[in-house]
């Protein structure tokens, strides 16, 4: 039972063009969120999280997106740049960040140049 | 470097050998957890320490599986009589302090191929 989805395995984008991450999670006790951006042969990086009492955060060229009514939260990157070409990890946690991850199972994003 | 790493990075067993993977977290953290992510599957939980002890394996598949960790430091994760669905990576993660999960730095992770 995947709790938290990501449906695209891949995304490609042109370089300084938007690119636009989705995740849906199903589980309603979930009130905090978090991307991580993974490169090969390393483990995953924080990027961004957001908790549910937010519909919006953002962090330089990174923003996340959260509906919760929807269930739904997305990641945007602009202007995308090659160097965000990586898998991209959504996770969700309850209580505020305080309990375990649970991880979607990726997106791989590629920016051409 | 200063980051969490594991050992072996790659390991090849035999359906039914045992096989032991280690963790070696940040200094100074108290917090490690164990993920595994099997091929097209999201990164799967199994176990957290707070110091030496584990108050959370439900993400444990089997009781084949077991960590401890010892010194408040160097993890590490057994899985006894491999089988072929143990194939995976497994990644070990640290943070300062249970809770604030954006606080979790991961290792480069231990690919696990069970023949």
């Known amino acids: 039972d995947q709790q938290v989805k990501q449906n695209s395995p891949s995304l490609s984008v042109q370089e300084g063009r938007i690119s636009i991450l989705n995740c849906d999670y199903t589980n309603s006790m979930f009130d905090y969120f978090l991307w991580y951006k993974k490169y090969p042969a390393e483990g995953p990086t924080f990027l961004i999280s957001i908790s549910s009492i937010k519909d919006k955060n953002e962090d330089g060229r990174f923003t996340v997106f959260l509906n919760k009514s929807a269930k739904h939260l997305s990641l945007h990157i602009v202007p995308s740049q090659p160097g965000d070409s990586a898998v991209y990890f959504c996770?969700?946690?309850?209580?505020?960040?305080?309990?375990?991850?649970?991880f979607g199972t990726g997106t791989r994003l590629t920016i051409i140049p | 470097g200063a980051g969490v790493s594991q050992s072996p990075s790659n390991k090849v067993t035999e359906k039914g050998k045992d096989v032991e993977l280690r963790c070696d977290p940040i200094s100074g953290h108290t917090a490690l957890y164990w993920y595994r992510q099997s091929l097209g599957q999201g990164l799967e939980f199994l176990i957290y320490?707070?110091?030496?002890?584990?108050?959370?394996k439900s993400g444990l598949p089997s009781d084949r599986f077991s960590a401890e960790r010892t010194g408040g430091s160097v993890s590490t994760l057994t899985i006894q009589r491999t089988q072929q669905e143990d194939s995976a990576v497994y990644l070990c993660?640290?943070?300062?302090?249970?809770?604030?999960?954006?606080?979790?730095?991961f290792g480069p992770g231990t690919r696990l191929t069970v023949l």
């Open positions: 993660a640290s943070s300062p302090a249970w809770g604030r999960v954006d606080t979790q730095y």
């Open positions: 320490f707070q110091g030496n002890s584990a108050p959370d």
């Open positions: 996770a969700a946690s309850s209580n505020f960040g305080n309990e375990k991850l649970t």
